[in-house]
């Protein structure tokens, strides 16, 4: 006989126990109650919003920073800040590097939720459960967002479960189920058409009758999904395994952790990128070679234009030429604030930490040898703001410190002098 003290651990997890409830609903409506085709199919179609929404609560609050496998104009930008809009009274907040997710993940949640009900409810035809099946799909919804949501406020927020995720890992579990009830739902359905003879050959598949498939079916439905729901589960043991063992499974992926910055043991001096270097820099050479993006911005308005043209819209075509140059360097102004507007260099005899003055931050901070390069590079701009930019080389990434007025402090921690002074036209 188990002890009572150790019973706890036979406890299923508030993620097997939403998942059951998800499954058991449909599961006693289909064999109890009597449902369709069309009840269990909107039911799945709820639940792939519920779970999307939730999915998103968990992004907006993850704990840990996101990762970009480039430097995204903006979302670059905003990634780089180590700082997060804190929520009163909890440990939690909002991490600059989600916003840039949340900006792609809303809109394609949405076109997923979509795009499962054209291949799901829109298959099935116009048919619809009946009025009393309705208000227990309905409800049953409602008892899967409960489940849910109290599964993430148990597990996510109060175990605290948000700061071994960032915004990434947060979200992508969803579409597993999305592409479950979406394909799965076309398929299904597809072959219950066939099989039931209750279309003919030239008739569009939503012409597919959801009264005539018979219980067998329906649980079949059911048990299928559930088996795909508990893959989900077994998944993140999986990955749970895959980051206690010595094997690489490629289940498992660590996001990156919030890292604490140290500040400079004692100031020396601080340095700013000029005003007119603050105010300008976005438009340099060097940043729209590290930008190109701004410029595919800019050409996919001339091409639209280019229609107009062949109409001969002028107005149209003056306007969106002015907004083609304007969007551009608008965007890069944008993100080079973001990026140094508010930095300053905090430096003392072998360290310098930049801190952000706006977001009350620390960045990033380097030695003196933990640099392998060391380059100063004075462009157009350059001259004419008589300003300098020092980019520092590290193992893994470039460090910028652009348009100093005077870049010897920063020079001077170092044992070596740059290599060269490179000018760019």
Do not use: C
């Given at each position: 006989m188990v002890p009572f003290e150790n019973a706890q651990r036979y406890i299923p997890s508030p993620e097997t126990i939403a998942v059951i409830v998800a499954n058991v609903l449909p599961l006693v409506g289909v064999v109890a109650l009597g449902w369709n085709l069309a009840a269990l199919v909107f039911?799945?179609?709820?639940?792939?919003?519920?779970?999307?929404?939730?999915?998103?609560?968990?992004?907006?609050?993850a704990g840990r920073p996101s990762e970009f496998d480039s430097d995204p104009l903006i979302g670059g930008a905003?990634?780089?800040?180590?700082?997060?809009?804190?929520?009163?009274?909890?440990?939690?907040?909002?991490?600059?590097?989600?916003?840039?997710?949340?900006?792609?993940?809303?809109?394609?949640?949405?076109?997923?939720?979509?795009?499962?009900?054209?291949?799901?409810?829109?298959?099935?035809?116009?048919?619809?459960?009946?009025?009393?099946?309705?208000?227990?799909?309905?409800?049953?919804?409602?008892g899967i967002f409960l489940s849910e949501g109290a599964s993430t406020l148990l597990e996510y927020f109060y175990r605290g479960g948000y700061r071994d995720h960032s915004a990434q890992t947060a979200i992508q579990g969803v579409f597993m189920r999305a592409a479950v009830i979406g394909v799965g739902g076309l398929f299904t359905a597809t072959f219950i058409g066939l099989a039931a003879d209750?279309?003919?050959?030239?008739?569009?598949?939503?012409?597919?009758?959801?009264?005539?498939?018979?219980?067998?079916?329906?649980?079949?439905?059911?048990?299928?999904?559930?088996?795909?729901?508990?893959?989900?589960?077994?998944?993140?043991?999986?990955?749970?395994?895959?980051?206690?063992?010595?094997?690489?499974?490629?289940?498992?992926?660590?996001?990156?952790?919030?890292?604490?910055?140290?500040?400079?043991?004692?100031?020396?001096?601080?340095?700013?990128?000029?005003?007119?270097?603050?105010?300008?820099?976005?438009?340099?050479?060097?940043?729209?070679?590290?930008?190109?993006?701004?410029?595919?911005?800019?050409?996919?308005?001339?091409?639209?234009?280019?229609?107009?043209?062949?109409?001969?819209?002028?107005?149209?075509?003056?306007?969106?030429?002015?907004?083609?140059?304007?969007?551009?360097?608008?965007?890069?102004?944008?993100?080079?604030?973001?990026?140094?507007?508010?930095?300053?260099?905090r430096i003392s005899e072998d360290e310098i930490v930049a801190h952000d003055r706006l977001f009350r931050t620390r960045l990033w901070r380097i030695e003196a040898w933990d640099e392998s390069g060391l380059r100063v590079e004075r462009g157009r701009l350059h001259r004419l703001l008589g300003t300098s930019t020092v980019v520092i080389e590290c193992a893994d990434q470039e460090l910028w410190l652009p348009h100093l007025e005077d870049p010897d402090p920063i020079l001077d921690v170092?044992?070596?002098?740059?290599?060269?002074?490179?000018?760019?036209?």
């Open positions: 039911l799945y179609w709820f639940e792939l919003g519920i779970l999307s929404f939730w999915a998103l609560v968990k992004a907006v609050f905003l990634a780089s800040k180590r700082t997060a809009i804190p929520v009163p009274f909890t440990d939690l907040g909002i991490r600059f590097s989600t916003l840039p997710v949340l900006a792609v993940a809303i809109p394609i949640l949405t076109l997923v939720w979509f795009f499962a009900g054209v291949t799901t409810v829109g298959v099935i035809g116009p048919e619809t459960p009946d009025s009393d099946a309705l208000v227990m799909v309905v409800l049953s919804a409602f209750s279309v003919a050959s030239d008739d569009p598949i939503t012409a597919v009758d959801p009264t005539v498939v018979g219980l067998p079916i329906l649980v079949g439905i059911v048990l299928v999904k559930f088996s795909f729901d508990l893959g989900g589960l077994y998944r993140e043991r999986l990955a749970a395994f895959d980051e206690a063992s010595s094997f690489e499974l490629g289940w498992a992926y660590e996001p990156p952790p919030r890292e604490s910055i140290e500040p400079v043991s004692a100031v020396d001096k601080r340095l700013r990128p000029t005003l007119m270097g603050r105010l300008f820099g976005g438009i340099s050479t060097e940043n729209v070679r590290r930008h190109p993006g701004a410029l595919g911005v800019g050409g996919f308005l001339l091409l639209i234009s280019l229609l107009f043209m062949m109409g001969r819209v002028w107005d149209i075509v003056l306007a969106l030429v002015g907004v083609s140059l304007i969007v551009p360097i608008g965007l890069l102004t944008i993100d080079y604030g973001l990026r140094y507007g508010g930095v300053e260099y170092f044992d070596r002098r740059p290599n060269g002074v490179q000018r760019r036209e």
